[in-house]
């Protein structure tokens, strides 16, 4: 079993950062893939980015590739997002997830273990 919390949402405008942190608890945090997704209000969940389980390799949405750095410390149970550029989106989640297993994946249904979730908030 593991357990994720998301922190570092928050307002920002347009063209800043913003570091997300997910602390997962649970003796498999090194060896599993982790991942980060988003939802905007009435829209579905979608793939962020993905990270395995020693730091390589990392995989990108189109849409965030070459402003988002996904990156862990197995040492300290913690997943990063860190997010530059951000663009003038409104109100969207960004959730934590982690995989059962050591390959990476993109799509929801590969991931066992979710967040509750932070908000993050980007003004034009």
């Known amino acids: 079993q593991v357990q994720l919390v998301e922190s570092g949402g928050g307002l920002v405008q347009a063209g800043g950062s913003l570091r997300l942190s997910c602390v997962a608890s649970?003796?498999?945090?090194?060896?599993?893939?982790m991942g980060w997704f988003r939802q905007a209000p009435g829209k579905e969940r979608e793939f962020v980015a993905t990270?395995?389980?020693?730091?390589?390799?990392?995989y990108y949405a189109d849409s965030v590739k070459g402003r988002f750095t996904v990156s862990r410390d197995n040492a300290k149970n913690t997943l990063y997002l860190q997010m530059n550029s951000l663009k003038p989106e409104g109100t969207t989640v960004y959730y934590c997830?982690?995989?059962?297993?050591?390959?990476?994946?993109?799509?929801?249904?590969?991931?066992?273990?979710w967040g509750q979730g932070t908000q993050v908030t980007v003004s034009s």
């Open positions: 997830a982690s995989r059962a297993g050591s390959l990476v994946r993109f799509t929801r249904s590969n991931y066992e273990y």
């Open positions: 990270i395995g389980w020693s730091g390589m390799p990392t």
């Open positions: 649970g003796r498999t945090f090194s060896s599993n893939a």
